[in-house]
């Protein structure tokens, strides 16, 4: 089956930086559209940042020019590099492979949990 795993959370002070990984298994992950999301206890997963199989990035407003999504097809890795943390970022990542065939079909990572917190 599917398996993605995400690597690289921890906790930062605000305004510092993390880069976040995702390894996929058991697809083929050049024909995937990959992103990160992130999801706060009693709040809906919300995208951060995704990623098309031909390259076509889309970031949310509030990460906009702060974060960067990028993927390494021949590794079947996906990364974050998350720049000028704020507090509101605290939340768990996850990693999300999808593909359309009429409908979408998601695959999930377990999540990393990122804390920025003095």
């Known amino acids: 089956q599917v398996r993605l795993v995400e690597s690289g959370g921890g906790l930062v002070q605000p305004g510092g930086s993390l880069r976040l990984s995702c390894v996929g298994s058991r697809l083929i992950f050049s024909r995937h559209g990959v992103g990160w999301y992130r999801q706060v206890p009693g709040h809906q997963r919300e995208l951060v940042a995704e990623?098309?199989?031909?390259?076509?990035?889309t970031y949310s407003d509030s990460v906009k020019g702060r974060f960067a999504i990028s993927r390494d097809n021949a590794k079947n890795s996906l990364y974050l590099q998350m720049n000028s943390l704020k507090p509101a970022a605290t939340a768990v990542y996850y990693c999300?492979?999808?593909?359309?065939?009429?409908?979408?079909?998601?695959?999930w990572g377990q999540g990393t949990q990122v804390n920025v917190s003095s």
């Open positions: 990623i098309s199989s031909d390259g076509v990035t």
């Open positions: 999300n492979a999808h593909f359309i065939r009429g409908l979408r079909y998601d695959f």
